[in-house]
């Protein structure tokens, strides 16, 4: 039996628009597993958290297909009892995608729609058929599987673990291919990049390491709309100069040794690279948060016309017209309305003589309310009626005195009973503004 030398590359990142990551991966000597949490209250995190724990716990009995089911088995029952007995888990479960590369035989199982692909001689091929929603309609001919990459539900999975207290796991033992390439995936991977270009990808890198990475930068280039998780395993008869990994050198947990993104906030638009994850580097903005940007500004911009509108309008009326009234112990004339609208008070337009001590009690009640006017004139002549009332003014058309000659009579009329002209009050009133 050929010894098969077996090296690997793992990436997890929770993406570029979501802040947490609930996927998780295992390598553990040659077991590589990859899980996609879902439950709200973070407890998507836990079940995938879980499923990888038990499998770790119970990787020395997984030696083939029956014991690699039985261990998912397992990690179905440890993920439900949790679920049962937190409220806030209840109906948590992961989607789950295992390989276990022995001497003699590739073992994979899984459950939901993680996946495993098989890349030999620059052609990809998929190992696993989803349990998923967008799946059975792809068996049924109702949809193509390119229609199903972008259905409304192709998130939907049909199996996952934790869910019920039985689960159904699809198996298989597939013969070893050497110089093979195996990829477990969850769907954040597929959702955003195509097989040809996760092909494409795969034939462009040499090492595990650096397909992995560039797998998930992938995917972050394009949207990241998902936590992805990527495992690459190369087979070959013999050691990999260069390799990311050796399984028989490593074995890792993500969430306690190849995970430093989980605790690394990795801003949309930014790249950065952690000691084991990359973040895509061409750093492009994901279409979900390009949509809502747009949305968001044509939101604010209409909303920000509808006020301006709303502003002019209420500053037109509120600088419209005029009105008699006090200021302190003044008659004024001023211009907008009474009280103001908005934050457009009144001016005072123009002064008056008149002082509230001089009008009666009357007079005073009358310009207490505000009396308006549509233009400057009229409150003018208003303030000239109150003004004639209180300092009456003599006439201007004051009789001269006449003299008339005749023979016999002579009628002398003088106006010496009149007031002197000099005592006109020679009241200044304050131009008005015709200009608005
Ligand atoms: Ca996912």
Known sequence: ???????????????????????AFLVQDRLFVVADGMGGHSAGEVASGLAVSSLRDGATAITDEASLAAALHTANEVIHTESMMNHVRHGMGTTIAALLANDDAIVVAHVGDARVYRWVDGTLSRVTKDHSYVQELVDEGII?????????????????????????????????TIGGRYVLCS????????????????GRHETANAAAEALVAAANAAGGRDNVTVIVIDVSDKPTAGA???????????????????????????SATTTDNVVATTAVLPKAKVGLSLGFILFWTALVAIVLSVLIVFAAYGRTGYFVGFEGSDVVIYKGRPGGVLWFDPTVEARTPLKERDLTEEMAQEILGNPTFGDAASAQRYVNGIRDKVQPIPTTTLPLPVT????????STTSSTLPATTTIPTTSVAPTTTGQ
């Open 144 to 176: 193509t599987l390119e229609e199903a990459r972008v259905h409304p539900r192709r998130n939907i999975v049909t199996r996952a673990l934790g869910i019920d207290a039985e689960v159904d796991i699809s198996t298989a033992t597939l013969p070893v």
């Open 244 to 270: 990311g990994g050796s399984s028989d050198e490593r074995s890792a947990q993500r969430s306690e040794e190849e995970e430093p993104s989980e605790s690394v906030p990795v801003l949309v638009g930014a």
């Open 404 to 411: 008339t000659t005749s023979s016999s009579t002579t009628t």
């Open 1 to 23: 039996m050929t010894s098969l030398f077996v090296s690997h590359g793992a990436q997890t990142h929770s993406g570029q628009v979501r802040n947490n990551n609930e996927d």
């Open 187 to 202: 769907d954040g991977l597929v959702d955003e990049v195509t097989d040809s270009e996760i092909s494409a990808i795969l």
